[in-house]
């Protein structure tokens, strides 16, 4: 069965720290890797990754896969208030469409 | 920027009834999908659609679930004669193709069954 898992579960910082989210995945048919952020509702979508040593950056957010440890990291640099969310992790197959997502980082700023 | 509308953003229903939820994926988008959130669980696929037929569908997606693409813009989930169990934030997404393309959300319906 297909399994994502992320850690730490919960992480709280104060403004201006540096955090790393990670994910690590289990999947037969491994397509992409997908983060997202969640506020009050809707998942936001943050990054896609595809391959593996490519570094994907917006803004304060960076993401990068390694495709030979099935993991994934999400750094966010100079923490903000506003990035308090809950980080999700998704994993896309090569056949199907489905995402699989993990149980979440719950990520707390405080100022 | 475009994005994922789902109405009613809460719906309380009876036990066996029947419920619909609605979306209105991003225009130019041609997969559509719902997935759900039981309070502190993880979210959950359900079902994805193209060209106006289910491409895949999880265990969750049993007899009691159906999809539809009413018309060009409205996708919607019913839930036949729902459960207690079928408490949860339903989420649409839709993607611009399939899976070489994110999915995007839209902000839920959270459905409470009494």
């Known amino acids: 069965e297909d399994k994502v898992v992320q850690s730490p579960l919960s992480l709280v910082v104060h403004e201006g720290d540096t955090v790393t989210l990670n994910c690590s995945y289990e999947?037969?048919?491994?397509?992409?890797l997908l983060w997202y952020k969640q506020e009050k509702k809707a998942p936001t979508f943050l990054f896609m990754l595809?391959?593996?040593?490519i570094e994907k950056k917006s803004g304060r957010l960076s993401s990068i896969l390694d495709k030979k440890e099935l993991s994934s990291i999400l750094n966010i640099t100079a923490t903000q208030t506003g990035d308090s969310a809950i980080y999700l992790c998704?994993?896309?197959?090569?056949?199907?469409?489905?995402?699989?997502f993990g149980a979440g980082t719950i990520l707390r700023v405080k100022s | 920027e475009p994005e994922v509308t789902q109405t009613p953003s809460h719906q309380v229903t009876q036990m066996g009834q029947e419920v619909i939820l609605r979306c209105v994926p991003i225009?130019?988008?041609?997969?559509f999908y719902w997935y759900r959130q039981i309070l502190g669980q993880k979210v959950e696929f359900l079902v994805s659609?193209?060209?106006?037929?289910?491409?895949?569908k999880s265990e969750i997606f049993d007899d009691q679930f159906s999809v539809e693409r009413p018309d060009g813009s409205n996708f919607t989930l019913k839930i036949r004669s729902t459960k207690l169990e079928d408490s949860a934030m339903y989420f649409c997404?839709?993607?611009?193709?399939?899976?070489?393309?994110?999915?995007?959300f839209g902000d839920g319906t959270r459905l409470s069954i009494l």
């Open positions: 997404a839709s993607s611009r193709t399939g899976n070489n393309q994110p999915q995007h």
């Open positions: 999947v037969t048919n491994f397509r992409s």
């Open positions: 595809t391959s593996s040593g």
């Open positions: 998704a994993v896309g197959e090569e056949y199907g469409n489905k995402l699989v």
């Open positions: 225009s130019n988008h041609l997969y």
């Open positions: 659609f193209y060209n106006n037929e289910i491409s895949e």
